[in-house]
């Protein structure tokens, strides 16, 4: 789904400037790293970046243009440092839609920063209240124009499944983002952290999660949305960090190590279930791009399974080295006629118009 990968020195900096603890938030829990920065350690590392590399330095967690400005400034100076000498290509920081003005963006500018990613969350004033996110969808529009004003990338985190969430309020949040023309998103559904509110709400019986194969449902109905407005999906789900893969981190909800790769597939299942739509009662196989030939089977062979339920006949997935993109076809057994195509963006098309008209939204 998403665009060929940057090569990323990541730095997390979970909780700074931070101006209060949302329901769902312990990025300890998540990144496994304590509060404190050290300066010194991130210096050295990007310092230590050699020529030819042109490594992106990200600031990713808390809220980075919240943090006291001398902070700031010396977590960016060595990257700009770096980024004036040709050795560093990118630099990127994380934080609040509330925490954007022109005054922040211009001193941003100063020291090279390129990529703005806002944590929306969600687009639901109901649900950013019940979430404690201290900030409107008022504020998520009025920084995603500052930021593309000020000539900077514009990167929208989106977390479907927080409480007072629905499906048709995650898809519309997912339009509302892709009408916004940001350069990337992320989608994370809404995992149930130990030693968060959300977690004491979970155990109090007054939210329920989404399970993993809802929150499929729920991201690959909005992937599909940010895929046919051509804007790229630097990642769906957590990262399975160490820490969040012991026991006892994760409490309940959507959290899956292959998340991304199961959103993948089930949307290569409806482009699949479309064709063998258009195909009829005509008795074939189906052929799709060789290297995403375990993204259409599916793990454990479950798209392949279900096409065959679906279909009431045995269906075929086979590579071919053919077929551009993500277009597929369908060949008959007795090879009589001609394929019968689907290409990626005509999927995508038809799909979000039925997606459009189940969610009675526009």
Same mark, same amino acid.
């Given at each position: 789904?998403?665009?060929?990968?940057?090569?990323?020195?990541?730095?997390?900096?979970?909780?700074?400037?931070?101006?209060?603890?949302?329901?769902?938030?312990?990025?300890?829990?998540?990144?496994?790293?304590?509060?404190?920065?050290?300066?010194?350690?991130?210096?050295?590392?990007? #310092?230590?970046?050699? *020529? +030819?590399?042109?490594? /992106?330095? =990200?600031?990713? $967690? %808390?809220?980075?243009?919240?943090?006291? &400005?001398?902070?700031?400034?010396?977590?960016?100076?060595?990257?700009?440092?770096?980024?004036?000498?040709?050795?560093?290509?990118?630099?990127?920081?994380?934080?609040?839609?509330?925490?954007?003005?022109?005054?922040?963006?211009?001193?941003?500018?100063?020291?090279?920063?390129?990529?703005?990613?806002?944590?929306?969350?969600?687009?639901?004033?109901?649900?950013?209240?019940?979430?404690?996110?201290?900030?409107?969808?008022?504020?998520?529009?009025?920084?995603?124009?500052?930021?593309?004003?000020?000539?900077?990338?514009?990167?929208?985190?989106? #977390?479907?499944?927080? *409480? +007072?969430?629905?499906? /048709?309020? =995650?898809?519309? $949040? %997912?339009?509302?983002?892709?009408?916004? &023309?940001?350069?990337?998103?992320?989608?994370?559904?809404?995992?149930?952290?130990?030693?968060?509110?959300?977690?004491?709400?979970?155990?109090?019986?007054?939210?329920?999660?989404?399970?993993?194969?809802?929150?499929?449902?729920?991201?690959?109905?909005?992937?599909?949305?940010?895929?046919?407005?051509?804007?790229?999906?630097?990642?769906?789900?957590?990262?399975?960090?160490?820490?969040?893969?012991?026991?006892?981190?994760?409490?309940?909800?959507?959290?899956?190590?292959?998340?991304?790769?199961?959103?993948?597939?089930?949307?290569?299942?409806?482009?699949?279930?479309?064709?063998?739509?258009?195909?009829?009662?005509?008795?074939?196989?189906?052929?799709?791009?060789?290297?995403?030939?375990?993204?259409?089977?599916?793990?454990?062979?479950?798209?392949?399974?279900?096409?065959?339920?679906?279909?009431?006949?045995?269906?075929?997935?086979?590579?071919?080295?053919?077929?551009?993109?993500?277009?597929?076809?369908?060949?008959?057994?007795?090879?009589?006629?001609?394929?019968?195509?689907?290409?990626?963006?005509?999927?995508?098309?038809?799909?979000?118009?039925?997606?459009?008209?189940?969610?009675?939204?526009?």
């Amino acid at each position: 789904m998403a665009k060929a990968k940057r090569n990323i020195l990541p730095f997390f900096i979970p909780h700074q400037g931070c101006p209060n603890q949302c329901i769902f938030c312990n990025q300890h829990r998540i990144t496994g790293i304590g509060a404190a920065i050290d300066f010194a350690a991130i210096e050295q590392e990007i #310092l230590q970046v050699a *020529p +030819g590399e042109k490594m /992106e330095i =990200a600031f990713y $967690g %808390g809220s980075f243009s919240g943090l006291p &400005q001398e902070v700031q400034q010396r977590l960016l100076a060595p990257a700009y440092a770096q980024k004036e000498k040709g050795v560093v290509s990118h630099i990127r920081i994380s934080t609040r839609p509330d925490y954007i003005d022109g005054e922040r963006l211009l001193f941003l500018q100063q020291y090279g920063v390129d990529i703005i990613e806002i944590g929306a969350q969600s687009f639901s004033d109901r649900v950013l209240v019940n979430a404690g996110r201290g900030h409107s969808s008022e504020d998520i529009f009025r920084a995603a124009t500052l930021i593309k004003e000020y000539g900077f990338q514009l990167i929208i985190q989106l #977390l479907p499944g927080l *409480p +007072g969430d629905s499906y /048709e309020t =995650a898809v519309a $949040g %997912g339009q509302t983002a892709a009408d916004l &023309q940001p350069a990337g998103v992320r989608i994370y559904p809404a995992v149930v952290l130990a030693d968060t509110p959300l977690c004491d709400m979970y155990h109090r019986g007054v939210y329920q999660p989404l399970t993993v194969t809802e929150a499929v449902i729920w991201c690959r109905d909005m992937a599909a949305i940010f895929l046919a407005a051509g804007i790229d999906i630097i990642r769906i789900g957590l990262q399975p960090t160490e820490e969040l893969c012991q026991g006892g981190t994760v409490v309940a909800g959507a959290f899956h190590p292959a998340f991304g790769q199961l959103t993948q597939s089930a949307l290569a299942l409806a482009q699949c279930q479309m064709l063998l739509k258009m195909a009829g009662t005509i008795e074939g196989h189906i052929l799709v791009p060789e290297r995403l030939l375990s993204t259409y089977i599916g793990q454990k062979r479950a798209n392949l399974l279900a096409l065959c339920e679906v279909a009431g006949r045995k269906v075929n997935i086979l590579s071919s080295g053919d077929l551009p993109n993500q277009d597929i076809c369908y060949v008959s057994i007795d090879e009589k006629g001609l394929p019968i195509y689907l290409t990626w963006q005509d999927f995508l098309c038809h799909y979000i118009k039925k997606i459009k008209e189940h969610s009675n939204l526009y």
